[in-house]
């Protein structure tokens, strides 16, 4: 079986690798990774005619490799990625459908920490379409930890981490669940000895849910 992975960045690409090694290992994993969208997508704040038409130029290139599933890796470009989906002809998933859905079941105040300005909507309203379609209302609160993940990026990982807890610690306080809205979130996980609410990231989520959808 064969899943088609699109990237807007390298930064998840191993921990997605070890995670499909892991789950479903099975299953042959083929990555496109075009950096200018999250580029694009942060300079203006929201998607663009161009970034929707890159993403349906590679969603159609994905269907030329005959997948089982296509993976959006990226929820700056999710709204996006729901316009190209349409076109798939194989099953199609968001990386952060699955944590969206957890985090509903899990209570009715959302946190949800973003690293990126251009997340913090489409993750948001992620989770509230979410909670409209299984019938809960929530109330979703936003946390902008803004520039970290250029931080992470240029290589001071300390830093992005201490500025992530320090919000994830403020959510706490004032919601059920804390939704992590960035897959590079996930090395915190371990740090968070002190938090007593749930914390949810979305690439392992993701990639158990892939194993269901193909029936592994």
Do not use: W
Not at 74 to 97: H, M, N, P, W, Y
Not at 154 to 171: F, Q, R
């Amino acid at each position: 079986m064969k899943v088609v992975l699109i990237h807007t960045s390298p930064v998840s690409l191993n921990e997605l690798k070890a995670l499909f090694k892991e789950i479903v290992p099975e299953v042959e994993m083929v990555n496109i990774i075009d950096d200018s969208l999250l580029e694009e997508v942060k300079k203006n704040g929201h998607i663009t005619p161009a970034i929707i038409s890159r993403m349906n130029s590679y969603v159609q290139v994905a269907k030329t490799l005959e997948p089982d599933l296509i993976f959006n890796q990226c929820s700056s470009v999710g709204e996006a990625f729901d316009l190209a989906r349409k076109q798939a002809t194989c099953k199609t998933l968001k990386i952060d459908e699955p944590m969206a859905e957890k985090a509903v079941s899990l209570g009715s105040k959302i946190g949800v920490v973003a690293t990126v300005a251009s997340t913090v909507q489409p993750s948001s309203d992620l989770v509230r379409n979410t909670a409209k379609k299984l019938g809960k209302e929530v109330e979703v609160k936003e946390y902008l930890v803004d520039g970290a993940l250029d931080i992470l990026m240029s290589g001071d990982v300390d830093k992005h981490n201490e500025l992530v807890i320090n919000e994830i610690k403020k959510a706490e306080e004032e919601n059920d669940v804390v939704v992590l809205a960035q897959g590079s979130m996930t090395a915190i996980l371990p740090l968070l000895t002190d938090i007593r609410k749930p914390v949810l990231t979305s690439p392992r989520l993701a990639v158990e849910r892939v194993k269901k959808e193909l029936g592994l």
